[in-house]
């Protein structure tokens, strides 16, 4: 997360996110409605972890940029994922 608290910047972690509740622990201390740009590039996401991610931004109501390509687990994309 960014010193002024408005970008959350994960990007190249190598994280492997499962579940809904790892998504949940990643964005857990931070104000979602402060957030302006998020950053999840280099990271590798399962079908419900991206489920919850679209749970998440939809939290976001001052989200202006996200970077959110990654690799999914599985093979199945969820198309709708952000809409």
């Known amino acids: 997360m960014a010193p002024n608290g408005r970008i959350a910047d994960f990007a190249n972690r190598g ?4 579940t809904a ?6 964005f857990r201390d931070l104000d979602l409605k402060c957030i302006e740009k998020i950053v999840l590039t280099g990271n590798t996401f399962g079908v419900a972890a991206g489920e919850a991610l679209g749970k998440l931004i939809r939290r976001m ?3 202006k940029v996200s970077y959110v390509n990654f690799q999914f687990l599985q093979r ?4 709708s994922l952000l809409l």
């Open 15 to 18: 994280l492997k996110l499962e």
């Open 21 to 26: 509740a790892s998504v949940e622990d990643l």
């Open 61 to 63: 109501p001052n989200l």
């Open 76 to 79: 199945s994309l969820i198309c």
